[in-house]
């Protein structure tokens, strides 16, 4: 005769399978060099105040007016709306020293969706050294020339911005996820996961010394360089991501955290935990 499975250990299996698809985790970021993350999700961000690093704990000041978007208008949870005249954050200096320090490697990446071109130049994202100029990792788009890079300079490799760009004006009302990573030699430029551009800087490391860090703007605000649109989910690495890592984060929301954990923003401590493992 044949054996029946129990019909209490069948409903304990269904439970099982059931609580362990839940536990699926999500497409999450890579944390391997990961030093910050904003997610800019509603319960990060004083909007008119401050928006904080949920990785690393760097606190990016509010300066001008932007907008906390809603979820329906951007690309993961909440995000920033600039007006392209004089909305920007400035991460400054802070004691454990993450910003303003060597970055013999160094990946920026985040979501971008610009509204409008205003024939100047526009930092979606720059660490540097302003008004010296002479260390910058930037992001950026340039209507006046139409073009877009990652613009990597240090004091040993003094770039010129325009001789390596992408000849065109970036794609408007589009969320684009843009990726620039530089290893000490060669900069590489990602759009939605796979490389725009690709060229030789033997500069070295950026050096610290001033170094800060404008979201939307450069980081002394000139109001000369601002952008108009949305920024959402901005990471920094201290190493260069592989392009198999980059096209890995194209697909990311947040970082691997479980779902039933909720948003996030929610669960600092869990991934504080996670670093300490």
């Known amino acids: 005769m044949k054996k029946m499975f129990p019909t209490c250990c069948m409903f304990v299996l269904v439970g099982l399978f059931g609580w362990n698809t839940k536990l699926a985790y999500s497409v999450g970021a890579v944390q391997d060099g990961l030093v910050a993350y904003w997610s800019f999700d509603e319960d990060t961000v004083d909007i008119k105040k401050e928006a904080v690093d949920v990785f690393g704990g760097l606190v990016a000041v509010v300066l001008g007016d932007p ?36 970055w013999d490697q160094i990946t920026l990446e985040c979501w971008a969706f610009i509204n409008a071109l205003d024939d100047s130049w526009n930092r979606i994202i720059s660490l540097d050294d302003m008004p010296a100029n002479k260390n910058v990792a930037s992001l950026y788009y340039d209507d006046d ?14 770039t010129d911005a325009a001789k390596d760009d992408i000849k065109e004006d970036i794609p408007l009302e589009k969320w684009l996820h843009l990726t620039g990573t530089y290893d000490g030699s060669t900069v590489h430029y990602y759009i939605n996961g796979k490389l725009a551009n690709k060229y030789s800087m033997k500069g070295g490391p950026l050096k610290k010394g001033g170094l800060i860090l404008g979201i939307g703007d450069r980081s002394d605000g000139c109001n ?23 096209a890995n984060n194209f697909k990311a929301e947040g970082l691997a955290v479980h779902p039933n954990l909720g948003k996030l923003s929610l669960t600092w401590g869990y991934i504080r935990n996670l670093r300490h493992r």
Request: charged content about 30%; proline content about 1%.
């Open 67 to 102: 907008e906390l978007a809603k979820a329906a208008d951007c690309k993961v949870g909440e995000c920033i709306l600039f007006d392209g005249a004089v909305d920007y954050l400035l991460v400054e200096e802070d004691t454990q020293n993450k910003i303003n320090r060597n």
């Open 224 to 246: 000369c360089d601002t952008i108009q649109g949305y920024i959402d989910e901005f990471r920094i690495y201290d190493r260069a991501l592989t392009a198999a890592e980059v």
């Open 145 to 158: 020339d139409n073009r877009h890079n990652f613009w990597v300079r240090t004091p040993q490799g003094n």
